[in-house]
């Protein structure tokens, strides 16, 4: 498949040690409901030729809409996270598929903008989050739900510390 991150390499292929830089730029589709890629995305860096492979190493540079894993708020974040990947044209589950004289470094653009995100992502570190019984957004007001002690099903563990 040929994508906007498509790279014919042939000029590197079996020239060991010769190098050219790249750079590259276009839309990519990644994420899901808490991630979204939501501009254009562009590598900057290099691309050097071993006897058997090509390696690319350089900077993406991608703005990601992130889903507050607490209060559930859209907020948009740079991310910017370096690479360094082989592509080899030996199927190897380690590395990349170099496939002739082209690599298509879109698959690597996209692990490594989603390995970036946190997993639990807040848009501020003391987010309060929602309400779990009436859903009131505790950043912006107060609810008036009582705590229910047994809202944890170790609630009756606590006499034990007294």
Not at 81 to 89: D, E, H, L
Request: aromatic letters at 4%; a negative charge; hydrophobic letters at 40%.
């Amino acid at each position: 498949m040929n994508t906007g991150f498509t790279v014919d390499v042939g000029d590197l292929v079996g020239h060991t040690g010769e190098r050219r830089p790249i750079r590259l730029s276009g839309p990519l589709e990644a994420g899901g409901d808490m991630v979204q890629v939501i501009d254009t995305v562009s590598v900057e860096g290099e691309l050097e030729s071993t006897p058997t492979e090509i390696i690319a190493k350089g900077l993406v540079t991608a703005s990601v809409r992130l889903l507050c894993s607490r209060c559930l708020i859209k907020w948009d974040e740079e991310f910017r996270p370096a690479f360094r990947a082989v592509f080899a044209a030996e199927p190897d589950p380690d590395m990349y598929r170099l496939v002739g004289t082209s690599i298509d470094l879109e698959p690597l653009v996209r692990d490594e903008v989603l390995a970036a995100v946190p997993v639990n992502a807040v848009h501020v570190d003391d987010c309060r989050g929602l309400c779990a019984t009436c859903g009131t957004d505790l950043n912006i007001e107060a609810c008036d739900c009582a705590e229910s002690e047994l809202s944890s099903p170790f609630a009756g563990l606590k006499d034990l510390f007294e």
